[in-house]
Nanobody, 125 residues
Framework: QVQLVESGGGLVQPGGSLRLSCAAS????????MGWYQQAPGKERELVAV??????????TYADSVKGRFTISRDKGANTVHLQMNSLTPEDTAVYYCYADVFTRTVPYRSLGVWGQGTLVTVSS
């Protein structure tokens, strides 16, 4: 019903920057929230950043580890969310997953959680 496709991952040196993008498509009514999670090797998936819709308060939440370095933004008209990652360190190496909490046109009264397929970010010299 709803698909999320991430792009922008890759290999970057420590101190460098990357910009991840996630495009949503399908039977979308409106978003409750869109965000990013990371899963490092051998670790559980963790929240990186989430941006709430205006109807849900419009706030933004960041993991402590990325505050001041990462910025989440949305292109509402394009149903796209971005993650600008600056001052990257090897500890940021992970698969980054886009996540959306979305109301679909077919089920407009209950939001659904949707995941992208993930994009690998490797920070190494």
């Amino acid at each position: 019903q709803v698909q999320l496709v991430e792009s922008g991952g890759g290999l970057v040196q420590p101190g460098g920057s990357l910009r991840l993008s996630c495009a949503a498509s399908g039977s979308i009514n409106r978003f409750n929230a869109m965000g990013w999670y990371q899963q490092a090797p051998g670790k559980e998936r963790e929240l990186v950043a989430v941006k709430w819709s205006a109807a849900s308060g419009g706030g933004t939440t960041y993991a402590d580890s990325v505050k001041g370095r990462f910025t989440i933004s949305r292109d509402k008209g394009a149903n796209t969310v971005h993650l600008q990652m600056n001052s990257l360190t090897p500890e940021d190496t992970a698969v980054y997953y886009c996540y959306a909490d979305v109301f679909t046109r077919t089920v407009p009264y209950r939001s659904l959680g949707v995941w992208g397929q993930g994009t690998l970010v490797t920070v190494s010299s």
